[in-house]
């Protein structure tokens, strides 16, 4: 029930539809049913009052028929047309709130699902949703009009006869309903097999230049064969249930039929029933079968919408672990004072990545961050934004927790340079816009400026109009940087965290691209994480980071008059370079 009323959510903006689509399929099972009805007034009665009253009625009788299968096509279109645009509309319904769930998730969800698999719900599951959508109500209404109908009428043309019917189809619905349990199961792991292969080829595909590099092709083919070969067999267990399922269906249809010779020549001969009655009767039958067979292929229908629905709901329903408290506050007049209050935190319940880190940040200040990779540094960083919450402590920005602050404005205020630089399918103009969507023509070519890219634009063919390719592809790593650094002058932020942002530049790119960060950081409070100590001379306080917490603070002299772990990878830093 709880999934019924999920599903049913969606059909409320489409009620009028809906509606009209039952409507017309009422008027459709109706002009289905009467047409026996017809025929067996029409041999009964009007066939026997001579030929004159056959000519005098047959023209009006030609007109109504005439009449009844119009109204039949205007309801079957109406049925096909619109009936599948409201699915198709419920689809892009569902899509849509699919994909804004997955813009709310916290970064532990990402961090434990593929994004293959995400890619697999969002668009193959959706698609057999939305064909159960349109086809599942109106199938079942349709079919069941007929069946009820064609069954009175087959009880009032002889009761006996029907019976031993109903007791065959009885048998037939039991044999349903138990080979519909077993497929359940089977289409819920075909969706699990191919959400594998959907994560199989975005996994290849997004690190082409990876398996390229190392001339991996033939491990990555086999890697896909058994995500392949497993979606096959999947699929072959799939395709035995269906055989047994349709197969099954067919022999009682048989049974059905056997069933109506056998007891109608009985009764025939005993004179219960006349030939011409016996007529009808056959034509019922199949009226009384047709709606079985569109059921029983409906199943198959429904058993994939049901598990693509199922795996729709296992996202939506997954609640995103950061979230705007009910009294969250905007964040406003933003100074960038920033503390970090007796901060621990870990991952899924295990060892602490960070304990007990004690930090204040004056407004305006730039810190450094130091230290050996896994200390915890750009873990650190992440809870500002909170893109993870602190398990201990508070991290507070201008003395306010920011679990107390709404997301959007918190985040608002920061802005992040990484060292994995991430660019849209797009042009340049409109990555560099990414930082302020509403920003006009000036905006961005001052951004540009200040993050010394400007010069390389113009140069190009297409100016800002240059398409970047596929996650930047068309640029170099040091130009990429440039673009996300002016993205982050557009943003312009009060806080800045610069995560490694140069360390896998070469020297020539590093130098410009150092210089507009200074730029940048000047009169921000700024987070620096560094692997080369060169870049980090001027901060304001250097933090030496490793497993156990803060191991050593101060500027660049007196860190190096310490002569220990901060001077210990200076010179090492600097004795590889004179080496």
Excluded at 19 to 34: N, Q
Excluded at 452 to 465: A, E, K, M, Q, T
């Amino acid at each position: 029930m709880h999934v019924f009323k999920k599903f049913v959510k969606y059909y409320k903006p489409y009620q009028s539809v809906f509606w009209m689509d039952m409507f017309c399929a009422l008027l459709v099972s109706a002009v289905d049913l009467a047409f026996p009805q017809i025929l067996n007034w029409a041999t009964k009665d009007l066939f026997a009052h001579g030929a004159q009253a056959i000519y005098r009625i047959l023209p009006w009788m030609a007109i109504g028929l005439l009449v009844m299968y119009f109204l039949r096509f205007l309801g079957r279109y109406y049925i096909t047309y619109q009936g599948h645009v409201m699915g198709a509309r419920m689809e892009s319904d569902m899509r849509q709130d699919l994909f804004d769930h997955f813009q709310r998730l916290s970064f532990s969800y990402y961090d434990r699902n593929n994004t293959g698999e995400m890619m697999s719900k969002l668009v193959s599951d959706l698609f057999d949703i939305s064909e159960l959508a349109h086809h599942g109500p109106e199938n079942i209404f349709i079919s069941l009009l007929k069946i009820l109908g064609s069954f009175a009428l087959l009880l009032w043309i002889n009761v006996p006869m029907t019976l031993i019917l109903a007791a065959v189809t009885l048998i037939m619905l039991l044999f349903c309903i138990d080979q519909n349990k077993k497929m359940r199961a089977v289409f819920m792991d075909n969706r699990r097999k191919i959400a594998g292969v959907n994560s199989r080829v975005q996994d290849s595909l997004a690190g082409i230049r990876v398996v390229k590099s190392f001339a991996n092709e033939e491990l990555e083919q086999k890697k896909f064969e058994k995500s392949n070969l497993e979606f096959l067999d999947s699929k072959e267990r799939n395709y035995r249930r269906m055989g047994s399922y349709h197969a099954g269906n067919n022999f009682f249809q048989g049974i059905l039929f056997t069933t109506v010779l056998v007891s109608g020549g009985y009764f025939v001969a005993r004179g219960d029933i006349l030939l011409t009655d016996l007529a009808v009767y056959a034509l019922y039958i199949n009226i009384f079968i047709n709606p079985i067979d569109v059921l029983i292929e409906f199943t198959e229908m429904f058993q994939k919408g049901y598990s693509g629905f199922k795996r729709f709901l296992e996202v939506v329903e997954t609640q995103p672990e950061i979230v705007d408290a009910p009294d969250a506050q905007e964040l406003t007049d933003v100074q960038g004072t920033i503390d970090y209050q007796n901060v621990s935190f870990s991952y899924d319940d295990s060892s602490n990545v960070l304990q007990n880190i004690q930090i204040h940040i004056e407004a305006g200040k730039t810190i450094a961050l130091v230290g050996p990779s896994g200390g915890g540094k750009t873990t650190l960083c992440s809870l500002l934004p909170r893109f993870y919450d602190v398990t201990e402590g508070s991290v507070s920005v201008d003395g306010k927790d920011v679990r107390s602050l709404t997301l959007k404005s918190l985040r608002s205020a920061i802005g992040i340079v990484q060292q994995d630089v991430y660019m849209f399918g797009g042009t340049i103009r409109e990555n560099i816009a990414y930082g302020k969507p509403d920003a006009t023509m000036e905006e961005i070519i001052e951004a540009a400026k200040n993050a010394n890219i400007h010069d390389f634009i113009v140069s190009l063919p297409d100016g800002y109009d240059t398409d970047v390719g596929e996650r930047g592809t068309r640029l170099s790593g040091g130009q990429k940087q440039r673009l996300s650094i002016a993205r982050v002058f557009l943003k312009n932020p009060k806080i800045l965290i610069l995560d490694e942002a140069t360390s896998a530049l070469d020297n020539e790119s590093e130098q410009h691209i150092q210089q507009s960060l200074e730029r940048l950081a000047k009169n921000r409070t700024t987070i620096v994480i560094a692997h080369r100590l060169s870049t980090i001379r001027n901060a304001d306080e250097i933090l030496v980071l490793d497993d156990d917490g803060i191991q050593e603070r101060g500027d660049h002299k007196t860190l190096l008059a310490k002569n220990g772990i901060y001077a210990k990878y200076y010179n090492m830093q600097f004795e590889g370079l004179e080496a």
